[in-house]
């Protein structure tokens, strides 16, 4: 079956300007996760949706970053004026629940490069 | 705090040299240990779930491993198509967060 999408794949932004980035969990996992991975460094836990509520939203590096889920399904991460630091990959991972011991399944993820 | 530390940080290997790479937790109230590969460019792939001491799993050329207080990840008879970075995630207590290691790059030389 298909597994997590992303896009865009890449994305290029100047500072300040505000971008979306998008994930498709697994059909039927009602557990989405965010992570940020910067080069040379370990996966950084954004933030997670169990259904389309997000209770631990502690992993959000600024209030400019927010996310939403609708429907239950797919995800909306959106970094506001963004800076050059937030350059790096964006990764999103499903899986069937919350329980603590859920196998996460990641996509692809989008690699974001601020100028 | 939550740690998880994996070694080495990079492994070169010739083809048919088995390896084990390592990942020490140290956390209270393990839920589950995970292996994910990375090719670079690509998200993690995964690999396979532990739960308790004693529990092993394998794949292909690949088997892993769990004790009270870490995992190997043993590679026997490696390829160049192992070439990736390993990394090991941990979830524990109440937490529904899983820590990831920053992973172990490695080179398999034909």
């Known amino acids: 079956g298909a597994g997590v999408s992303q896009s865009p794949s890449n994305k290029v932004t100047e500072k300040g300007k505000d971008v979306e980035l998008r994930c498709d969990p697994i059909?039927?996992?009602?557990?989405l996760y965010w992570y940020r991975q910067s080069l040379g460094q370990g996966l950084e836990f954004l933030i997670y949706f169990q259904g389309n509520s997000a209770p631990d939203k502690s992993g959000l590096p600024s209030d400019r970053f927010s996310a939403e889920r609708t429907g239950g399904s797919v995800s909306t991460l959106t970094i506001q004026r963004t800076q050059q630091e937030d350059s790096a990959v964006y990764l999103c991972a499903s899986s069937l629940r919350v329980t603590g011991q859920e196998t996460q399944y990641f996509g692809p993820g989008t690699r974001l490069l601020v100028l | 705090e939550d740690q998880v530390t994996q070694s080495p940080e990079a492994l070169r290997l010739q083809e048919g040299e088995s390896s084990s790479l390592n990942c020490s937790y140290t956390?209270?109230?393990?839920?589950?240990l995970f292996w994910y590969r990375q090719d670079p460019g690509k998200g993690p792939e995964f690999l396979f779930t532990?739960?308790?001491a004693g529990e092993e799993k394998e794949k292909e050329r690949l088997k892993a491993t769990l004790t009270k207080k870490e995992s190997f990840l043993h590679i026997t008879a490696p390829k160049p198509e192992d070439s990736a970075t390993y990394l090991c995630?941990?979830?524990?207590?109440?937490?529904?967060?899983?820590?990831f290691g920053r992973g172990t790059s490695l080179i398999v030389h034909p």
């Open positions: 059909s039927g996992h009602t557990a």
């Open positions: 532990l739960y308790s």
């Open positions: 995630a941990v979830q524990a207590g109440g937490s529904y967060i899983p820590t």
């Open positions: 956390v209270s109230g393990l839920r589950g």
